[in-house]
């Protein structure tokens, strides 16, 4: 039976992130004043890097990479709960706590860095550099305010956390709400903090030596990460679910507001970027920790 | 400032081409001193251009360095011939730096040798071997026809009119032909 | 010097629906590699940003030849273009496919009589739609588009397997003009003006 649903909702994160991702470029082409492609265009795209013909390979680490990214961010999905009220769709979130979920958030860039390493393209190590520098400074003001609500709520259960929200932490906590949506502005790969996949920039980054099925695997993890951040973003501040429509509805409205925020501003470069968020964000996180937990 | 450049350097008239334009012409030895008398006492000290024109009737190269003066905007051209078989010349590098990348040009499409310029490599050709290119004894045309190929069936230099004729007149054969076969097919 | 096998390079067709199934997804996603040769590349932003969108029809800009399906040859090509042209499409993973725009990937253009460009492209490329006009309007670039997502999708496109199948043929006419070593010499360091070579 959790067999089933565990395949559920594989099947379910990764639709909904393709689609999600060819919303994205529909409603960034609508802010430019243009018609976008289809909103499948994204399946379409990793369909077709799967019928390629033939893929450089660079040895074994190389071919590793991407299977490490794809695991990585399969694991993440299944320990997160869809729902949050209720017995079905929890996943494996009885087995591992947010914590867990946490350490696995960061596979993602590991398993790109090992692979991007073993190309040997100058491009990949400049992009693989950027990003992990990037990661360092995007973690902080979210750790602060995810350390902040497990320890409002004593305990690191997602399910637990987002059940005892009376009002929705974000009206309530705004403070912390705030920094961790900065930082997940970066996770998500929007302007301002989007330096590391700059296409035209450093040569589209980490993924400049990946060809053909590697790529469709990377795009694919990419589709599944997203929809696992949102479903958590969702659960942490937003009141969590217990329905698809209401899962629909508040990850669509969160999504909508990060890509509008994403097509407005303008790219940061590396230094700005960790600057930045190491300074304002951490400062607004600190600020919401201290008098979340004086109050209580 | 022209009588004494016509009495140190021994050259002809100086020539006032427009308000903003001078020109001399000098012999090969004194062209350095002449540079430098201009850019110490007259203020041309920045090179702009350095070219070169082909008088194959006449056998030689002719350079011209164009020395401004930013300040009164106005330039002064500096003219030398050289010998065209073997041509060669004192660089400019330890004066003006700008002089290498332009030498450097000058070195591949005329074969001119710089001494002094340690840095003559190829600038926009690569691995050239044939003759130097902006000399008038190569026939660009004739290297083209000799080295590629065009694709056929578009020539220049055909009329319209014959041509229309002559393709109508195909046309009307290919067809009474097919007229013809189909006949005898039905009578037979 | 012996000319370029155009009659010959529709000869293979879809079969079976297999083979219709996976070129109907080729043609409806085509990445672009980002790479303007020649003076056509002037016309390429604009066919791919906010006026002309070729982003409806599923065409976007890529970066590396990694990730690349279309070379777009966009004008004259010298001798030292060509040599790049000839490594990046190499390093493009199959089905890859060629547009050439402009007159003078026909028959020489402009550069009719120059001695530094060639005049034509099949000779050393195997291509699969031209577009003509110097430049050729982004209205022409993208039906040269459409007509080669036509083309994918009938499995007529396949200018790959030719290249593959007559590589002595294509090699011996670059040879012939680039000299015995095709390929460019990558010893430029970055921080000089001109890269040291």
Same mark, same amino acid.
């Given at each position: 039976?959790?067999? =089933?649903?565990?395949?559920?909702?594989?099947?379910?994160?990764?639709?909904?992130?393709?689609?999600?991702?060819?919303?994205?470029?529909?409603?960034?082409?609508?802010?430019?004043?243009?018609?976008?492609?289809?909103?499948?265009?994204?399946?379409?795209?990793? $369909?077709?890097?799967?019928?390629?013909?033939?893929?450089?390979?660079?040895?074994?680490?190389?071919?590793?990479?991407? $299977?490490?990214?794809?695991?990585?961010?399969?694991?993440?999905?299944? *320990?997160?709960?869809?729902?949050?009220?209720?017995?079905?769709?929890?996943? #494996?979130?009885?087995?591992?706590?947010?914590?867990?979920? #946490?350490?696995?958030?960061?596979?993602?860039?590991?398993?790109?860095?090992?692979?991007?390493?073993?190309?040997?393209?100058?491009?990949?190590?400049?992009?693989?550099?950027?990003?992990?520098?990037?990661?360092?400074?995007?973690?902080?003001?979210?750790?602060?305010?995810?350390?902040?609500?497990?320890?409002?709520?004593?305990?690191?259960?997602?399910?637990?956390? /987002?059940?005892?929200?009376?009002?929705?932490?974000?009206?309530?906590?705004?403070?912390?709400?705030?920094?961790?949506?900065?930082?997940?502005?970066?996770?998500?790969?929007? &302007?301002?903090?989007?330096?590391?996949?700059?296409?035209?920039? !450093?040569?589209?980054?980490?993924?400049?030596?990946?060809?053909?099925?590697? #790529?469709?695997?990377?795009?694919?993890?990419?589709?599944?990460?997203?929809?696992?951040?949102?479903?958590?973003?969702?659960?942490?501040?937003?009141?969590?679910?217990?329905?698809?429509?209401? =899962?629909?509805?508040?990850? *669509?409205? #969160?999504?909508?507001?990060?890509?509008?925020?994403?097509?407005?501003?303008?790219?940061?470069?590396?230094?700005?970027?960790?600057?930045?968020?190491?300074?304002?964000?951490?400062?607004?996180?600190?600020?919401?920790?201290?008098? /979340?937990?004086?109050?209580? | 400032?022209?009588?004494?450049?016509?009495?140190?350097?021994?050259?002809?008239?100086?020539? !006032?081409?427009?308000?903003? =334009?001078?020109?001399?012409?000098?012999?090969?030895?004194?062209?350095?001193?002449?540079?430098?008398?201009?850019?110490?006492?007259?203020?041309?000290?920045?090179?702009?251009?350095?070219?070169?024109?082909?008088?194959?009737?006449?056998?030689?190269?002719?350079?011209?360095?164009?020395?401004?003066?930013?300040?009164?905007?106005?330039?002064?051209? !500096?003219?030398?011939?050289?010998?065209?078989?073997?041509?060669?010349?004192?660089?400019?590098?330890?004066?003006?730096?700008?002089?290498?990348?332009?030498?450097?040009?000058?070195?591949?499409?005329?074969?001119?040798?710089?001494?002094?310029?340690?840095?003559?490599?190829?600038?926009?050709?690569?691995?050239?071997?044939?003759?130097?290119?902006?000399?008038?004894?190569?026939?660009?045309?004739?290297?083209?026809?000799?080295?590629?190929?065009?694709?056929?069936?578009?020539?220049?230099?055909?009329?319209?009119?014959?041509? /229309?004729?002559?393709?109508?007149?195909?046309?009307?054969?290919?067809?009474?032909?097919?007229?013809?076969?189909?006949?005898?097919?039905?009578?037979? | 010097?012996?000319?370029?096998?155009?009659?010959?390079?529709?000869?293979?067709?879809?079969?079976?629906?297999?083979?219709?199934?996976?070129?109907?997804?080729?043609?409806?996603? $085509?990445?672009?590699?980002?790479?303007?040769? %020649?003076?056509?590349?002037?016309?390429?932003?604009?066919?791919? @940003?906010?006026?002309?969108?070729?982003?409806?029809?599923?065409?976007?800009?890529?970066?590396?030849?990694?990730?690349?399906?279309?070379?777009?040859?966009?004008?004259?090509?010298?001798?030292?273009? =060509?040599?790049?042209?000839?490594?990046?499409?190499?390093?493009?993973?199959?089905?890859?496919?060629?547009?050439?725009?402009?007159?003078? @990937?026909?028959? %020489?253009?402009?550069?009719?009589?120059?001695?530094?460009?060639?005049?034509?492209?099949?000779?050393?490329?195997?291509?699969?739609?031209? !577009?003509?006009?110097?430049?050729?309007?982004?209205?022409?670039?993208?039906?040269?588009?459409?007509?080669?997502?036509?083309?994918?999708?009938?499995?007529?496109?396949? &200018?790959?397997?030719?290249?593959?199948?007559?590589?002595?043929?294509?090699?011996?006419?670059?040879?012939?003009?680039? %000299?015995?070593?095709?390929?460019?010499?990558?010893?430029?360091?970055?921080?000089?003006?001109?890269?040291?070579?």
């Amino acid at each position: 039976m959790i067999l =089933l649903e565990l395949f559920a909702t594989l099947v379910i994160a990764y639709s909904f992130g393709f689609l999600y991702y060819g919303l994205y470029r529909n409603i960034t082409a609508r802010f430019q004043l243009r018609f976008g492609p289809p909103v499948y265009q994204s399946f379409m795209d990793s $369909i077709k890097f799967f019928l390629k013909k033939d893929t450089t390979n660079h040895g074994w680490m190389f071919y590793l990479g991407p $299977i490490i990214m794809m695991s990585g961010a399969i694991m993440t999905l299944f *320990f997160i709960p869809l729902f949050t009220t209720g017995n079905d769709f929890k996943g #494996l979130s009885e087995y591992g706590n947010l914590f867990l979920v #946490l350490y696995l958030l960061v596979l993602g860039p590991l398993g790109n860095a090992l692979a991007v390493g073993a190309g040997g393209n100058p491009f990949g190590a400049m992009g693989i550099t950027r990003g992990l520098t990037r990661l360092f400074a995007l973690e902080m003001p979210f750790y602060i305010a995810v350390i902040a609500l497990m320890s409002l709520n004593s305990s690191a259960d997602i399910t637990t956390i /987002a059940s005892s929200q009376t009002t929705f932490n974000a009206f309530a906590y705004p403070l912390l709400f705030v920094g961790a949506l900065f930082s997940f502005v970066g996770m998500m790969g929007q &302007s301002p903090f989007d330096v590391v996949g700059a296409p035209v920039e !450093v040569y589209s980054g980490p993924a400049s030596e990946f060809s053909g099925k590697f #790529l469709a695997l990377l795009m694919s993890q990419s589709a599944i990460f997203t929809f696992a951040k949102l479903v958590l973003m969702v659960h942490l501040f937003l009141g969590g679910a217990s329905g698809f429509v209401e =899962l629909t509805i508040k990850t *669509f409205i #969160l999504f909508f507001f990060i890509i509008a925020f994403g097509a407005i501003y303008g790219r940061f470069k590396t230094p700005q970027s960790v600057d930045f968020l190491l300074k304002v964000p951490t400062a607004i996180s600190v600020v919401g920790l201290l008098l /979340a937990t004086w109050s209580a | 400032m022209f009588d004494s450049i016509k009495n140190n350097f021994a050259t002809f008239d100086v020539e !006032v081409k427009r308000d903003d =334009l001078y020109k001399v012409e000098v012999n090969k030895d004194r062209v350095f001193e002449l540079i430098d008398f201009i850019g110490n006492n007259y203020e041309y000290q920045t090179l702009n251009a350095i070219t070169c024109t082909d008088w194959i009737e006449d056998e030689h190269f002719s350079i011209t360095y164009m020395l401004t003066s930013l300040d009164r905007k106005h330039t002064f051209m !500096v003219q030398t011939t050289i010998n065209r078989n073997k041509a060669k010349i004192k660089s400019l590098t330890d004066r003006f730096a700008q002089a290498e990348i332009m030498e450097r040009d000058l070195a591949e499409m005329y074969g001119i040798d710089f001494i002094g310029n340690n840095n003559l490599k190829e600038l926009s050709l690569e691995n050239w071997i044939h003759t130097p290119p902006l000399r008038r004894e190569f026939d660009t045309l004739e290297f083209v026809n000799e080295h590629l190929t065009f694709r056929e069936g578009r020539d220049d230099n055909v009329d319209t009119k014959a041509e /229309a004729k002559r393709l109508r007149a195909l046309k009307k054969a290919q067809k009474e032909a097919e007229k013809k076969a189909k006949e005898e097919a039905n009578g037979k | 010097m012996e000319t370029g096998f155009l009659k010959e390079q529709k000869i293979l067709e879809s079969e079976n629906s297999v083979d219709f199934l996976m070129n109907w997804f080729r043609k409806r996603s $085509i990445f672009v590699l980002a790479y303007g040769t %020649g003076c056509g590349a002037i016309e390429m932003p604009p066919t791919f @940003t906010s006026r002309y969108d070729a982003e409806r029809l599923g065409i976007r800009g890529s970066a590396t030849p990694r990730q690349a399906d279309v070379i777009i040859v966009s004008g004259y090509c010298s001798y030292k273009t =060509l040599r790049r042209i000839i490594r990046t499409y190499e390093q493009m993973s199959n089905p890859k496919y060629v547009l050439a725009l402009g007159s003078c @990937t026909i028959n %020489g253009g402009m550069y009719w009589d120059s001695y530094n460009t060639i005049k034509k492209l099949e000779d050393y490329l195997p291509v699969d739609m031209y !577009v003509n006009g110097c430049m050729p309007r982004p209205e022409s670039i993208l039906e040269g588009f459409i007509q080669l997502q036509k083309d994918i999708g009938d499995g007529k496109a396949s &200018s790959w397997e030719l290249y593959e199948k007559n590589y002595d043929f294509y090699r011996k006419n670059q040879e012939a003009i680039l %000299g015995k070593v095709v390929e460019p010499s990558y010893e430029a360091d970055w921080y000089l003006y001109d890269g040291g070579l």
